[in-house]
């Protein structure tokens, strides 16, 4: 399935560059082939773009990271942009200590690999998704450092561009459908009268939802603006609701009217308003699952046939049984049965992050991925 990409310059503004206070190691293992290692002892620098003390940003300048045995550092080439990135700063949360680098998710080259790493190799063409407790994983820099068991090696049909986004939406939707849902990672076919309401399906990580449930064998229903619903149906939603000027009580009688009594599973990435709706259209009578996957999630009080998932997503880096849903997503994009969103490429490197946060936080983003190349 074709995708379209927009290309937008963003010149690197001139600005100062400081050296940071949280200076990592200048040692560092690489390895060209397993089992193989050399030393490199220079002070090795490297740009990221940190969340200072002030929780504004800052260009920064800090030396090289050091690699545990089992990880791996990726020279970034391109870096998606996510609603966290931006809610974190202004919420002030998911960043343990100031100065900080954000970024959850990125795809480079293999610049160096720990001592016990077997299954790559530097050089290799990988993506990652990171988790925030650990600085050296920050996407917002030059060198990121990733466990093994979370780095996807890339077959070249992918690019950098497209891999940026697998990370955060991509493995979002995948590990809520396959792993919190509970549903097949591979599919015989339909389930029958089986529904899943999916409000958002114009977000990044909703086109991914809408088209792995479909792939589980679920009839997608999906709340959507109208410049994205045909966009939609061909990623394989059974029904788009236009949400265009109307209540929310208006769209959830138009979901009940298609879903009946058979809607078995619930993602609402908007807030907490639409997902208190959503949940009301679920099955009253048979179970039924719901994940808010909206940042920060609402609280919520659901009927007793329905469970709330909570869907954590550093469960990948936490667990290594994790990677098989991040390895099965490659292969379904590898594989042209699942497509990435159209993206939006934003050139200048990490001087472009901050201006694509703040189109993100205003919603001009009109249904596609920010992506900054490197």
């Known amino acids: 399935m074709a995708t379209t990409m927009t290309l937008v310059h963003n010149p690197r503004p001139r600005k100062s560059v400081r050296r940071s206070l949280n200076s990592a190691s200048d040692s560092v293992i690489e390895c060209a082939t397993p089992g193989?290692?050399?030393?490199?002892?220079?002070?090795?620098?490297?740009?990221?773009?940190?969340?200072?003390?002030?929780?504004?940003?800052?260009?920064?300048?800090?030396?090289?990271?050091?690699?545990?045995?089992?990880?791996?550092?990726?020279?970034?080439?391109?870096?998606?942009l996510n609603p966290i990135d931006w809610k974190t700063v202004e919420y002030r949360f998911c960043m343990p200590s100031l100065p900080w680098i954000n970024g959850r998710e990125c795809a480079g080259v293999v610049e160096a690999v720990g001592i016990e790493v077997e299954s790559l190799r530097v050089g290799q063409r990988v993506w990652t998704s990171t988790y925030y407790r650990d600085r050296r994983a920050g996407c917002f820099q030059d060198l990121v450092v990733a466990p093994e068991h979370t780095v996807l090696p890339l077959r070249d049909s992918l690019s950098f561009d497209e891999a940026a986004c697998l990370g955060v939406a991509g493995l979002t939707a995948a590990m809520t459908i396959w792993k919190w849902f509970d549903l097949p990672m591979t599919s015989s076919g339909p389930i029958g009268e089986h529904f899943a309401l999916i409000w958002g399906g114009s977000t990044s990580t909703g086109q991914f939802a809408v088209q792995i449930a479909a792939c589980a064998g679920l009839k997608v229903i999906t709340v959507a603006s109208k410049r994205m619903r045909q966009r939609l149906l061909d990623l394989g939603a059974h029904h788009v609701i236009v949400r265009d000027g109307?209540?929310?009580?208006?769209?959830?009688?138009?979901?009940?009217?298609?879903?009946?009594?058979?809607?078995?599973?619930?993602?609402?990435?908007?807030?907490?308003?639409?997902?208190?709706?959503?949940?009301?259209c679920l099955s009253r009578r048979q179970a039924a699952k719901f994940a808010p996957l909206a940042v920060p999630a609402p609280p919520i009080d659901a009927p007793k046939n329905v469970e709330i998932v909570n869907v954590e997503m550093k469960r990948f880096v936490l667990d290594p049984t994790s990677r098989k849903y991040a390895d099965r997503l490659t292969e379904l994009v590898e594989q042209g049965k699942v497509a990435v969103p159209e993206r939006v490429v934003l050139t200048g490197g990490l001087a472009a992050v901050e201006d694509g946060l703040s189109r993100m936080r205003s919603g001009d983003t009109g249904g596609k991925k920010l992506v900054v190349r490197m």
């Open 36 to 80: 193989v290692s050399t030393w490199s002892n220079k002070q090795l620098s490297h740009r990221a773009l940190v969340v200072n003390r002030d929780y504004q940003y800052e260009l920064s300048e800090s030396s090289r990271p050091r690699l545990g045995p089992h990880e791996v550092l990726l020279r970034t080439k391109a870096i998606g």
């Open 246 to 280: 109307r209540s929310l009580k208006d769209i959830a009688l138009e979901v009940q009217e298609v879903g009946r009594d058979d809607i078995f599973y619930g993602i609402d990435l908007v807030g907490p308003q639409s997902a208190a709706v959503g949940l009301g």
